[in-house]
């Protein structure tokens, strides 16, 4: 095996690349998601030996039972060269179709009738749940990665055929009297690498096509997101508009009790006080002006003071004001 092959195994490249023989035998590798194989032929005894590495332990589906029922299937071409790397194109291929149709198809197609926005959609809604939009944009999202995975894929199988195409088998390195049954078993295998190939076309087709469907339907889906994020700022900002006026409300009433308790407070108070048995006012009632001349100095400036207190910042700066203007008034004045 060819050393090159070894670091490709060890960071985990992916692709199709060939090492031509030298010193070593010549050495292919193939890198893809879920696994890598390398593998070589001996020309003189018509056999392949390969190693096989998963990329993901203990995947329950890799795709390698495809390619070994791939090989199984072809075993009466076991003389050619090309069998494995053929075999391994029919695998990927199909692997690939049954893990993207129809999964992402009918998620996309969920996705569009349950928006609105789709050939078979069941019509427009008012509004959305941010937690149902945001899990539709992750699974689209998730969609176009496969998409993304599988034309990568797509181009891996191609450029595999294209080695199978490009470079014939070397006859003459191969045993005497082999020669023959060699030619015949690729050029079995090399004739059904035309439909092969008019399959990966139709597949990339249908998913450049779903992928720009599964593109236009993520717009969708973020427009409608951002417009149900300022529709919920819109409905939060009516109910602080409503907790503020409340909350005025509340404070013109906290403001009423207020003065009516401070007009009420010092007659109330002198008056338990004028009743206290200390005071002997006798039956007459020649001192009741008494009373009355305590409350009502006492409430007015009760409220004088209050209205001083709440007002205290707006009189500060008027006096500031007057004074800056009186300093201004003198300081203009000519000089005696």
């Not at 690498?193 to 998913?207: G, S, V």
């Not at 593109?215 to 503020?244: M, P, V």
């Not at 007009?263 to 004028?274: K, N, R, S, Y």
């Not at 409350?295 to 004001?321: E, F």
């Amino acid at each position: 095996m060819h050393p090159g092959a070894l670091h490709l195994i060890e960071h985990q490249y992916d692709g199709f690349h060939r090492f031509q023989r030298g010193i070593y035998r010549e050495t292919f590798f193939l890198g893809t998601s879920p696994y890598a194989l390398v593998w070589t032929f001996d020309p003189f005894t018509l056999c392949t030996q390969g190693i096989c590495i998963l990329r993901v332990p203990g995947s329950p589906d890799c795709g390698l039972d495809i390619v070994t029922d791939m090989l199984e299937k072809h075993r009466e071409y076991v003389y050619t060269p090309v069998l494995l790397a053929y075999s391994i194109c029919l695998g990927l291929n199909i692997f690939w179709e049954k893990h993207l149709h129809p999964g992402e198809l009918s998620y996309v197609r969920d996705v569009e009738r349950s928006t609105g926005y789709g050939p078979d959609s069941l019509g427009l809604r008012r509004h959305y749940d941010i937690d149902e939009l945001t899990t539709w944009i992750q699974g689209v999202g998730s969609s176009l990665n496969s998409m993304a995975n599988h034309l990568r894929h797509l181009r891996i199988v191609e450029s595999l055929l294209e080695h199978i195409e490009g470079n014939p088998v070397c006859l003459d390195s191969l045993p005497p009297g082999t020669h023959r049954r060699v030619e015949e078993d690729t050029s079995q295998l090399i004739a059904g690498i035309p439909p092969l190939k008019n399959r990966i076309h139709a597949t990339r087709d249908y998913i450049r096509y779903l992928e720009k469907r599964a593109e236009r339907l993520s717009s969708t889906l973020f427009a409608l997101l951002t417009h149900e994020d300022a529709a919920a700022g819109a409905r939060l900002a009516e109910s602080n508009t409503k907790i503020a006026a409340a909350t005025k409300r509340d404070s013109s009433s906290m403001k009423t009790v207020a003065i009516m308790t401070m007009a009420f407070l010092p007659g109330t108070f002198f008056a338990a006080l004028l009743a206290v048995p200390s005071f002997d006012w006798g039956p007459a009632r020649e001192r009741f002006w008494v009373y009355w001349a305590l409350t009502i100095p006492t409430t007015v400036l009760v409220l004088i003071v209050w209205g001083l207190l709440i007002n205290r910042h707006r009189i500060a700066g008027g006096l500031s004001v007057g004074k800056k203007s009186e300093q201004d008034s003198r300081s203009g004045s000519p000089m005696a």
